[in-house]
Each structure stands twice: as structure tokens, then as C-alpha cells.
């Protein structure tokens, strides 16, 4: 799945402030009636409303609930769970809408919502997008206020009379509950935002998360820390950024001496989320270097597809990868099975190359650059444009659900799962790369800059400016804006990206652009005072 998170802002958690945030409540396994977390929600007699929540479960059988509502004379007024195995299941008054099987795995993060209106019918979306909808469901029915809401049981009268054989055991996160069906794009929107992200919708939730997280959970369920990264680590957020293309320096890079804790590996790992701002088809992100070796391990991007080099072993892959985008990249090496190379969790290809060779300790690492010699005789030719963010380097080969566990279906925020810390498999850390010296308009950011740079918001911190909007944008066919206030160029394949990446200059307020054999290429402008006619450009103006 491509983690397109251009521009996507996350705000705050639903109507939560942050309160419950990484607190996962878990439900163990083992059938019993004892695990389960049970309160009287307050509120009035309902019409619509939307139950949404990250799930992990870790049963393969059917007829599991984790979500229970029962008033009296109407035990089943709201369930949600999965009556035939690997379905979703909604509930109202004993009428039921499912997906097909197949909709909800076994030990996956799975975004689960469901919506309901009395007067438009039920919808239920699964990782963002309808799995199943009915119209006219329950048609002029209303929910009786004043029942119990039970999580982790289903209630065969209110309150109790639970099964164990229908109790869930797993995982759930971020419960909230709104008064009125959400749209497919604020589902979208909570989907993308990820499970470590921060949200909201247009309307605050009836029932937030941090109320669940204010209840007492009974018998061996409780809320455990998640999976994500803690918000203490000054490194989370921070995004490396290099200038754009029409800024490329020989100047711009991080470097230092790497130690990793052996002499020599005979297999490693480099994953890092990585977006590129540049249109040329040769650019390297990372380069180590060691005595005699000036090309011991090099990442990045030749004759425009994604590659990796190792002892001078160069290994391409097919994957071609778009400006503006984010991608999550993991390459992989061992000397006994050769390089393999994964793109947002998946292995886009793999070759025996590097078989028998090591990887000393102690080299030159670079991220920017390409090196030619140890530690320097940079080329500008091969330099990087764009960002680099959460790069880890691991002493070891992942496997693919390693790769899949750390891409973490794209959930951007996403720390290195606590068991590769608890293994000693990183060698060296993203914290650690964080607190190098910068060299050159090469820059660490967070919060507002780096979002308006396309990352996510990791933080808890408002936005305080609205983000971008391509209603904004203003047309002046056969026009060219002249005026000497160049903030660079840009050649993309297509105008929303050219006007994501001016956008996100902060300066940029205009682009002048003309269709070129390799691409758009566009001319940004911070003011658009001085217009001339031209046969070649269309000219855009961002007037918000």
C-alpha cells in the first residue's frame, strides 16, 4: 500500500487531547467470562452514530464480539465482532449487515468502522474503505439511551450473562463513538492518519477514547503501551530534509563514523521512509564508505528505478518511485542469501549479490551524498533532494514480516517494535542519526515545518495554519509570470505535485509552467505582480 501522506495533517486525537494515547487495551487469550471493560455511557436516544477502532485480534474462530451495547428488552441494540470467521459483523436490534470473509486477518492492525443513519441505512468500512452497505437498514429506528456498553464481552442480558466462547481476545485501540454516520472521507481521513496518528473528524465524538480509557477494565484485561513511538523521543517527528533539486549542493549531508558494535557484519538491514524531490534518474540517499571501499553499501536511485549496492554489487529493481511520496524502503542483505529490496512492506525483488563478502565497522556513513572517496569527494550529481525520516540500520537480514512489522501497514508514526530493541537487532538507531550535526541547508524539523513539507504530524501540537487547498489554486492560461522572485524550478509529471512542492516552500505563491519532454516543468514564484503573454504556459496563482 503506498503511504501517500503528502500534506495529510493529523491534529489531535479524537476528542482526547492525547489522553489514552499508545495505551492499547488488550484482552488475553483464552476463553472466560472475566475480561472485559463495562460502563453506562450518557447519551440521549440516537437516530445515527459511528463506532470506529483499531483491532488486532488474535483468535481464528468465528462468533468473537468486541463491542456491546444492550438495553433493557433489547440485548443485541448495538454488536460489533464477526460472527462467520474472518468477517465483520454489525448489529442493530438483531438485524445484521457482514462483510465477506477475508475482511478482518488474524494478528493484523485492522481499522474497522461502522456507521448507521435511520434514515440512509449502514455501512461498514474495514482499512479505510466499504466493505459492506445496505441502504434502508433499520429504517426509523432509533437507539435507546441508558444502556450498558460492554467492550471485550457480548452481553446476553444488560450487563452480563457473557459466553466465553464468544469473548475477544486481542487487541483494540482508539474507540470512539459519534452521534451522526461519519462520511467515506472522515473514515478515510481516521484510516490514513494512521494508528499512531493523531485526528479528528468535523464533529468531536459522543464517546472518545479517553473516556474508555478512564474506565476500570475487570478480570486480566487492561491497557498496555503500545507500539508507538514515544512522544518523549526528541526524534520523533523529525524529519531530515534535504533542499530541492534546484537547490542541490555538494553541501548538504549528515556524516559520521559508524560503530557497529562488532568488527564486521556479514548481514544487515537499512529501512527508512523516503521522499524524493527530484525528476533526474540517479540520486543517492545513503552511502557508506570503508578503506579501499568507497561504494561498500549505497542507497538510492539509478536509471530511475529504486537500488542497492553492496561491496560494489550493484543490484536494481524494477520500482520505479514518484516525486512527492512517500515510501517506506527496507534493502536487506545477507552474504549467505544475497540482497533483497521492500517498498511499503512488500519485496519488489532480490538477487544473489554480495554472497560471502562483510561489511567492516568503523566506515563513513553518509545519508545525502554519494561518496567517491572516505568521507567526501561528493558528486552534485548524484546528491539527494527530498526527505529521509526514521532510517535505522538493523545488524542483521529482516525477514518479510519483519519488514512488514516495521512498515506497520504505513502507519508513518510507528516506532521499531519493542522486540528489536529487546534483541539488540539495531545497530544504529534514527534517535541517534537525529542528534548528528547537520551540514550545509540540510535541516532536522518537526510540527508545522515538516508537515508542510508533506510529512505527518507526530506530535501533539496544533497546526496553526490551514493546510493546503487545490481549490485555491488560480488559472491564467497563455500566461508567464516575470517577476524576479524565483524560488526555484521544479520538473514533475503532473501539476498536483508541482503545486504540493510549492506549496510546501512556504514561499512559493505562483508557478509559471510549460509541458517539457521529461515532464512539467515549472518555474515557482514568490509574487505574481509582472504577467506576460506566452504561447507555452499556463500560470497558477494560490490566492488563500
Known amino acids: 500500500m503506498k503511504a501517500a501522506l503528502t500534506l495529510l495533517a493529523t491534529l489531535a486525537l479524537a476528542a482526547g487531547e492525547g489522553v489514552g494515547h499508545n495505551q492499547v487495551l488488550n484482552f488475553p487469550t483464552g476463553d472466560n467470562t472475566a475480561n472485559f471493560v463495562r460502563f453506562e455511557p450518557d447519551f440521549e436516544e440516537l437516530s445515527a452514530f459511528s463506532v470506529c477502532a483499531w483491532l488486532r485480534k488474535t483468535t481464528s474462530d468465528e462468533t468473537r464480539y468486541w463491542f456491546s451495547y444492550a438495553v433493557s428488552g433489547s440485548d443485541n441494540e448495538i454488536i460489533l465482532g464477526e460472527n462467520d470467521a474472518s468477517t465483520v459483523i454489525f448489529y442493530i436490534r438483531n438485524s445484521k449487515l457482514s462483510t465477506d470473509a477475508g475482511a ?139 533542499p530541492p533539486q534546484s537547490d542541490i549542493s555538494l553541501s548538504n549531508f549528515v556524516r559520521f563514523t559508524a560503530d557497529f558494535g562488532v568488527d564486521a557484519l556479514t548481514s544487515l538491514s537499512l529501512c527508512t521512509w523516503y521522499f524524493k524531490s527530484f525528476s533526474d534518474t540517479s540520486r543517492y540517499a545513503f552511502s557508506y564508505a570503508v578503506p579501499g571501499d568507497d561504494n561498500a553499501i549505497i542507497l538510492g536511485e539509478s536509471s530511475n528505478v529504486l537500488g542497492f549496492w553492496l561491496r560494489r554489487s550493484r543490484y536494481l529493481t524494477s520500482k520505479v518511485l514518484e516525486q512527492q511520496t512517500w515510501y517506506h524502503i527496507c534493502a536487506t542483505w545477507s552474504s549467505e542469501s544475497g540482497i533483497s529490496a521492500y517498498v511499503d512492506g512488500e519485496l519488489v525483488g532480490s538477487a544473489a549479490k554480495g554472497i560471502d563478502d562483510t561489511i567492516p565497522s568503523g566506515g563513513v556513513m553518509t545519508i545525502g551524498q554519494e561518496q567517491d572517496s572516505l568521507g567526501g569527494n561528493f558528486d552534485v550529481n548524484q546528491a539527494f ?139 515557482m514564484k514568490s509574487s505574481f505582480n509582472r504577467v506576460k503573454k506566452s504561447g507555452k504556459h499556463t500560470s497558477y496563482t494560490y490566492v488563500c
Open 104 to 242: 478482518w486477518p488474524i494478528n493484523v492492525w485492522t481499522h474497522v468502522c461502522a456507521t448507521w443513519d435511520a434514515s440512509t441505512g449502514a455501512v461498514i468500512f474495514v482499512n479505510g474503505e466499504v466493505a459492506a452497505s445496505e441502504e434502508g437498514f433499520k429504517a426509523g429506528t432509533t437507539i435507546t439511551a441508558g444502556g450498558s456498553l460492554v467492550l471485550g464481552q457480548e452481553q446476553d442480558s444488560v450487563g452480563g450473562r457473557f459466553d466465553a466462547s464468544q469473548s475477544y481476545q486481542g487487541d483494540v485501540y482508539n474507540v470512539n463513538m459519534w452521534n451522526y454516520a461519519l462520511s467515506e472521507e472522515e473514515v478515510d481521513f481516521l484510516f490514513s492518519s494512521g494508528r499512531c496518528g493523531y485526528d479528528e473528524t468535523e464533529d468531536d465524538p459522543l464517546i472518545p477514547y479517553a473516556v474508555i480509557f478512564g474506565q476500570e477494565p475487570q478480570g486480566n484485561a487492561q491497557f498496555v503501551d503500545g507500539s508507538c513511538m514515544d512522544l518523549e523521543d526528541p526524534s520523533v517527528g523529525k524529519v531530515l530534509r534535504f
Open 385 to 523: 533532494a527530498g526527505s529521509i525520516y526514521n532510517m535505522n540500520f538493523f545488524n542483521g537480514a529482516l525477514n518479510e514480516e519483519e519488514v512488514a512489522a516495521i512498515y506497520a501497514e504505513g502507519t508513518f508514526c510507528e516506532m521499531i517494535p519493542e522486540q528489536f530493541w529487546t534483541d539488540e537487532r539495531v545497530a544504529i538507531s534514527y534517535k541517534t542519526i537525529s542528534n548528528m550535526v547537520v551540514s550545509g541547508n540540510a535541516v532536522f524539523e518537526s510540527g508545522e515545518e515538516s508537515w508542510r513539507h508533506g510529512a505527518m504530524h507526530c506530535a501533539k501540537v496544533d497546526i496553526d495554519s490551514d493546510g493546503h487547498n487545490d481549490e485555491c489554486w488560480q488559472i491564467q492560461e497563455g500566461k508567464r509570470i516575470k517577476d524576479k522572485s524565483s524560488v526555484g524550478n521544479v520538473i514533475v509529471m503532473d501539476l498536483e505535485t508541482a503545486q504540493a512542492a510549492c506549496f510546501a516552500t512556504q514561499t512559493c505563491r505562483a508557478l509559471s509552467c510549460e509541458q517539457k519532454d521529461d515532464g512539467l516543468k515549472c518555474e
